[in-house]
């Protein structure tokens, strides 16, 4: 999966420090990336955009 054109953020649920932070790219066509910040170059999760929303959903639930 070419992730070359994807714009990376840190996800608004890492703020808490401690450098253990995810980014996400979700600005490719049909596809959601999610790596960790602290080794940008390393390997990548991708997803659906359904599979993204509901692993979003599930999490946003939790305590």
């Known amino acids: 999966m070419d992730l070359i054109d994807a714009v ?35 390997p990548a999760l991708v997803f659906g955009p359904a599979s993204w929303r509901a692993f979003v959903a599930e999490v946003a639930r939790r305590p």
Not at 21 to 35: F, S, T
């Open 8 to 42: 990376w953020r840190k996800s608004t649920r890492s703020g808490s420090g401690g450098g253990n932070c995810v980014e996400v790219a979700d600005n490719l066509p049909g596809i959601v990336g999610v790596r960790d910040s602290k080794d940008p170059e390393g």
